[in-house]
C-alpha cells in the first residue's frame, strides 16, 4: 500500500499541500484529481522521493522510499524521461540494464500493442507516440505501484484510447495504479478510489463504485458538488 | 554488471562522439601544427643562408636551433589543448544540466534507478576524470610521433633535439603527464576534488535555486580557502613551522577532507534535497 501522511509541500512562500493523506492499494486504480497546479505532480514526485518535503511522511509497502523501492514502483511522467536521441530498442536496453525487475515478454507485447516500432529514435515520436513509449518502459516493469501523471495530456483521441486500453488490459491487473489528471472522462468507468485535491488539501476521497451504488452518482457528479457547490 | 560500471559506460558513451572529435582536433590540429612550425623554420633558415648570406652558424646563433619546445610553445599545440581543457570544464556542468533541462528530463530516470543515488555521482564524475585521462593518453601517443615528423623536416645541423622523456618534463605539461606515481596520485586526486567540488556546486543550485547558487558559490569558496590556508599561512604569518613536506603533507589531508565532505554534501542533496 501506498501511504501519503498529512505532507506539505512548500514553493517559497507558497504553500501547495497542506496536510496531504491518503492511501492507494495494490491492484485499485486510485485518481488523483483537482485543477492544474494543486500539487498533483508534487505529490507523485514527493512519493518517488524527487522533491523534499517540509512535513509529514509516504510510505510504500510500510517503508520509506530506498533504492530498492525503485524495482517495486515506477513512475510514468507526462514528459518523455529518456534520452530522445534513442531508439525504442535501445530504451528498453537501457531499462533491461538496470532493472532486475524489467520483463522483456511483456516489453515485446506492448510494443505490438501500441503498434511502435523499435528502431524508431524518441526524437522522431509524435506526442502521443512518446507518451506510449514512456507507458511502455514503465508497465514492462513487473512493479506493484504504477504511478502516471496525466497520461492524456496533450494526445490526440487515437492515442487516449489505445492508452485507455492499457487499463482493462490484464497489463495493469493486480497492480495499484496511482493516476493523476484534470481529464477524467477517458477513464472515469476504470477508477476504484478518487481523491479531490483543491488548495492543498483533500477535499474529499471516496470509493467510486460505492458512491456510483449508494447515491447513484458518478465522479463528475461529485467533483461539480465539490468544485461547484 | 556492477550497476555504477554500467552508469560510466553509459556516461562515457554520451560524450563519446564529441569526445572523439576532441581527439581529432588534438591529433590533426598538432600534427599540422609541427610541420608548420618546422617548414616556416627552415623556409627562414633557408632566406638567411641563400639570401641574406647568413652562415649556417651565425643563423643558429642568431635564431636559435629548432627544439620541440618551439613548437610546444606555440598555439599550434598550446591551442587543442586549452580547447580540450575547456571543453571538459564546460562538459562538468553540462554533465549534469543536460539531464534537466532541453527536451527530455533524463534526470527523473536517472534518480529512479535501483541504485545508490551517489552512484550517479560518482558516475559523472568518473567519467570526467578518465576523460581527461584518455585525453591526456593521447597526447602521450601522438609527442613521440611529433617529435618524428619534427626531425624528418628540419635536418639534424639545424635541431636540438629533446627526448619524449625531456618534453613531458617541460612546464605545464609536467603537470599534465605526471613524472611519477606520487605527482599522478597529487595532480589527478586535485583534480577530482576539484570535480566533486564544482559537482556538489551543482548540485546545491539544483536543490535549493536561486538560494542555492548562493550556497554553492560559498561551498566552492571555502573550499579553496581550505586549500590555500597552508599558502595563506605561509604569506600572512610571521612565524611558520612546517617544513614543505609537512606542507605538503598537510594539504593531501586538506584535500581528502575537501573531497570527502564533497561527496558526503553531494550524496546528501541527492537523496534528501534535490528537485526534478
Known amino acids: 500500500m501506498i501511504e501519503v501522511n498529512e505532507i506539505q509541500k512548500k514553493f517559497g512562500r507558497k504553500k501547495v499541500l ?5 492511501t492507494a492499494e495494490k491492484g485499485e486504480i486510485t485518481c488523483v484529481i483537482g485543477i492544474n497546479g494543486v500539487g498533483k505532480t508534487t505529490i507523485l514526485n514527493a512519493i518517488m522521493n524527487l522533491t523534499p518535503l517540509n512535513g509529514g511522511q509516504i510510505l510504500v509497502n510500510g517503508e520509506t522510499i530506498n533504492k530498492h523501492s525503485y524495482e517495486k514502483i515506477t513512475f510514468i511522467p507526462d514528459a518523455i524521461i529518456m534520452q530522445p536521441s534513442m531508439t525504442i530498442a535501445e530504451a528498453m536496453e537501457f531499462m533491461a540494464d538496470f532493472y532486475d525487475s524489467w520483463n522483456q515478454e511483456r516489453a515485446t507485447e506492448l510494443l505490438d500493442f501500441f503498434k511502435l516500432q523499435e528502431s524508431e529514435k524518441i526524437n522522431h515520436l509524435s506526442k502521443g507516440n512518446r507518451a506510449k513509449v514512456n507507458l511502455l518502459l514503465g508497465l514492462a516493469l513487473d512493479v506493484d505501484y504504477l504511478l502516471m501523471d496525466e497520461p492524456f495530456s496533450g494526445i490526440d483521441i487515437f492515442s487516449r484510447e489505445q492508452i485507455a486500453d492499457v487499463f482493462t488490459s490484464h497489463l495493469v491487473e493486480d497492480r495499484g495504479v496511482l493516476i ?16 479531490l485535491l483543491d488548495n492543498g488539501k483533500v477535499l474529499k476521497q471516496f470509493d467510486s463504485e460505492e458512491v456510483r451504488e449508494t447515491e447513484g452518482k458518478s465522479i463528475v457528479d461529485v467533483m461539480r458538488e465539490v468544485y461547484q457547490p | 554488471m556492477n550497476r555504477f560500471v554500467k552508469l560510466l559506460n553509459f556516461e562515457l558513451s554520451r560524450f563519446m562522439k564529441i569526445y572523439l572529435v576532441l581527439i581529432a582536433l588534438t591529433i590533426i590540429v598538432q600534427v599540422v601544427g609541427v610541420i608548420v612550425t618546422a617548414n616556416s623554420y627552415m623556409a627562414e633558415a633557408n632566406k638567411m643562408i641563400y639570401e641574406e648570406g647568413l652562415s649556417q652558424a651565425q643563423f643558429i646563433q642568431q635564431y636559435r636551433s629548432m627544439s620541440f619546445l618551439r613548437f610546444a610553445r606555440s598555439l599550434w599545440f598550446m591551442g587543442p589543448i586549452a580547447v580540450c581543457a575547456a571543453a571538459l570544464l ?3 556542468f553540462m554533465i549534469w544540466y543536460r539531464d534537466w533541462f532541453g527536451k527530455n528530463t533524463f534526470i527523473y530516470r536517472l534518480l529512479m534507478l535501483p541504485t545508490a543515488r551517489i552512484n550517479v555521482y ?7 576524470v578518465l576523460m581527461v585521462l584518455g585525453l591526456v593518453s593521447v597526447q602521450l601517443i601522438i609527442l613521440p610521433l611529433e617529435n618524428s615528423v619534427l626531425k624528418w623536416l628540419v635536418p639534424i645541423d639545424f635541431r636540438s633535439d629533446m627526448t619524449v622523456e625531456q618534453v613531458v618534463g617541460w612546464d605545464y605539461l609536467s603537470i599534465l603527464i605526471p613524472q ?14 576539484a570535480v566533486s567540488v564544482l559537482f556538489t556546486a551543482i548540485l546545491f543550485e539544483r536543490s535549493f535555486k536561486w538560494k542555492g547558487i548562493l550556497l554553492g558559490i560559498g561551498f566552492v569558496a571555502i573550499s579553496g580557502v581550505i586549500m590555500l590556508s597552508p ?46
Not at chain 2, 589531508?253 to 541527492?270: E, N, R
Open chain 1, 18 to 22: 497542506k496536510g496531504v493523506s491518503f
Open chain 1, 180 to 195: 493523476t489528471t484534470h481529464e477524467i472522462n477517458d477513464i472515469e468507468h476504470l477508477i476504484d478510489k478518487a481523491v
Open chain 2, 90 to 92: 564546460f562538459y562538468i
Open chain 2, 122 to 128: 560518482l558516475a559523472k564524475a568518473a567519467s570526467i
Open chain 2, 180 to 193: 611519477t606515481f606520487t605527482e599522478f596520485i597529487l595532480y589527478y586526486g586535485a583534480g577530482f576534488m
Open chain 2, 231 to 276: 599558502l595563506l599561512a605561509t604569506v600572512f604569518m610571521d612565524h611558520y613551522y612546517l617544513y614543505p613536506l609537512e606542507t605538503l603533507g598537510l594539504e593531501v589531508v586538506l584535500g581528502l577532507l575537501v573531497t570527502a565532505v564533497s561527496l558526503w554534501m553531494g550524496h546528501y542533496l541527492l537523496t534528501k534535497k534535490i528537485t526534478v
